[in-house]
T-cell receptor, first 111, second 117 residues
Framework: LAKTTQPISMDSYEGQEVNITCSHN???????ITWYQQFPSQGPRFIIQ???TKVTNEVASLFIPADRKSSTLSLPRVSLSDTAVYYC????????????FGAGTQVVVTP | GAVVSQHPSRVICKSGTSVKIECRSL??????MFWYRQFPKQSLMLMAT?????????EQGVEKDKFLINHASLTLSTLTVTSAHPEDSSFYIC?????????????FGEGSRLTVL
């Protein structure tokens, strides 16, 4: 399973865009990139998944460069409720669900 | 949407006793469920994969005789922490994939906080 590296923490103000970059230098051809959000004392929640280029949903965007060695989760116009830990995971369908969570990025949004 | 529910959400027990945690998929069937453990300020650690109708698969370093997993039906998996000790105090979380969703989209339970006195 590809190892991921993320910043430990990021601070932001309400209304700003937050971009979290994850490095996964040894990503394999069959690997997808998935991001999760976790609030304290809750289970994680799926945010977005992608393979290459850009993926957007109602919550976030995921940018993946051509070499796929990194990815950036973009949270537009964050609010206080976006304060959480964000995890970047890399894995393939054959190891479906057997994700190894890294340390994650603690995002703190202040007024 | 798919919902996974855990019970109990909090449990306190005495050292040496056993505790059972249930994980249910409420509106979908889950032939596979995953169990994680999370210590304070740390990330989730995958403990085992629960398979309906067969034995669970444990991650390296996880004692299968201490953490008993039973996947009794397509909607229920249980984790029993046997002879619990204070070092087993942790946040236990289960997850399950739902059919028709991206393979990376797991639905997580609310978690169960175990405190062993």
């Amino acid at each position: 399973l590809a190892k991921t590296t993320q910043p430990i923490s990021m601070d932001s103000y309400e209304g700003q865009e937050v971009n979290i970059t994850c490095s996964h230098n040894n990503i394999a051809t069959n690997d997808y990139i998935t991001w999760y959000q976790q609030f304290p004392s809750q289970g994680p929640r799926f945010i977005i998944q992608g393979y290459k280029t850009k993926v957007t949903n109602e919550v976030a965007s995921l940018f993946i460069p051509a070499d796929r060695k990194s990815s950036t989760l973009s949270l537009p116009r964050v609010s206080l409720s976006d304060t959480a830990v964000y995890y970047c995971l890399v894995g393939e369908a054959d190891s479906w669900g057997k994700f190894q969570f890294g340390a994650g990025t603690q995002v703190v949004v202040t007024p | 949407g798919a919902v996974v529910s855990q019970h109990p959400s909090r449990v306190i027990c005495k050292s040496g006793t056993s505790v059972k945690i249930e994980c249910r998929s409420l509106d979908f069937q889950a032939t596979t469920m995953f169990w994680y453990r999370q210590f304070p300020k740390q990330s989730l650690m995958l403990m085992a994969t629960s398979n309906e109708g067969s034995k669970a698969t444990y991650e390296q370093g996880v004692e299968k005789d201490k953490f008993l997993i039973n996947h009794a039906s397509l909607t229920l998996s249980t984790l029993t922490v046997t002879s619990a000790h204070p070092e087993d105090s942790s946040f236990y979380i289960c997850s399950a994939p739902a059919q028709g969703r991206p393979f990376g989209e797991l639905f997580f339970g609310e978690g169960s906080r175990l405190t062993v006195l």
